[in-house]
């Protein structure tokens, strides 16, 4: 039926084992190091271009948005003034509360809250299949980036993290893709429920919390934050808000679908946070849930001394 | 070698064309495989040989930009680009709507064999929601857009064997 020529079946014999060669090491996880080389190169050799084309797209954008709305700059302008004025007095009054603040926690000999180090990137480019939700960052292991990084956007949402590193710019696995895994809980006081938040793989379905206790307390409009019991997060990052529950294996459990806060923001500036040490945030938990237990020790020996001495 | 590195050098451009695409239309939901079509057309016009080392290169491409140098890809793309060369001799130039044809199959035949290779999907998804709600509709995009790269390619190409200008 089909007259293909004995070359062009040896060609593609050989092509085909050649592919099937890369396939096994593929599917049998063998790294070998000139493979990552060339990936590497090839990685650092387009994301330059990448940078490039970002740049000249948004300095036209900005020049027609410039163009086409001077009247509402002028006006934006001066808003901006009024506003940076109320703020510099707020900074101040801030500063003073900031003081007091670490004042307080001195004399009450309260640990310091950790204040991650973070560094901000921009979007330069999306996924290039529809079945892996990632984005490129124009940020990479020259600005110190590192694999399993946790990236957020500026509005403290958790949006992914950071799946390979070239010299100046990251990949970054988004929290919507199917592979995507995440530790959630539930950022309510009479309810610290925790489970599993999984990427569903699409933009236009929200993720999925299940692995949650069957009579846990969880119900549509709670918020999900990140629980830290993982080492690849910290604790409290905003994910998102639960929108309907129902039950799971044959009522075994629950699960949950996710609204993501990210969907609310168009991703183009997020941040990545470079110092988050899970060790140090175990160990703190560690010694605050000692000191728990050693006031729960101690309040049980004052209830039973007392309940002795009442005898 | 000259052929090679063109068709290389349009493969890279057509990459970042891919992944910017977004940038440029942010309300756009499919992102269609500008690679696919590229590889799909040059498979139905210069046979399989061509196609195939095309499809290797263009998947280990798109692979370096989801997880390493070698991923799924590489293998899906030289296999599509085998089987719309079985189209390669078999229809009249003139026949605008072949390549759009073979883009759509092509398009079809490589999601479905990429989801069946990947490990998390190949089990959990919902195939026939997924046939409806991306991989139709990508298909169908996929193949308008080659209508018209194949139209801009056929004019021109008689253009230049009339020698008219």
Known sequence: MFNINSDTLIAAALIILIVLFFTFLYFTGIDLPIFNWLSDLIYNIITPVLNLVHQFVESIQNFFNTLFSIDEVNQEIKDLKQKNSILERQILFLENINRENERLRRLLDFKEKVDYQMIGAEVIANSPSIWEKTITINRGSRDGLEKRMPVISYQGYLVGRIENTGLSSAQVRLITDHDFVVGGIIARTDSREIGLVKGSGRDDQPNIMDNIAWDADIESGDIILTSGLSNNFPAGLKIGEVANVETDNYGLSQKANINLLMHQITLEEVMVIKNFNHKNNIQNNELENEAEINDNEESENNDGNAESENI | ?165
């Open chain 2, 1 to 165: 070698m000259k052929k090679y590195l063109l068709n290389i050098s349009v493969l890279v451009f057509l990459l970042i064309f891919q992944l910017t695409i977004a940038m440029f239309f942010p309300a756009l939901n499919l992102i269609p495989d500008f690679i696919l079509i590229y590889v799909v057309i040059r498979a139905v016009i210069y046979g399989a040989k061509d196609a195939m080392i095309y499809g290797a290169v263009g998947g280990l491409l798109q692979d370096v930009f989801i997880t390493s140098f070698i991923g799924l890809f590489t293998p899906v793309k030289t296999a599509v680009a085998f089987l719309a060369a079985l189209l390669s001799g078999r229809f009249f130039p003139e026949n605008l709507l072949i390549p759009p044809l073979a883009v759509f199959l092509a398009t079809i035949v490589h999601e479905l064999v990429y989801l069946m290779l990947k490990e998390n999907y190949l089990f959990a998804a919902n195939y026939l929601t997924l046939i409806k709600e991306i991989i139709l509709p990508l298909a169908a995009f996929n193949a308008l857009i080659t209508f018209f790269v194949y139209l801009i390619y056929f004019f021109w190409g008689r253009r230049d064997l009339s020698g008219q200008a």
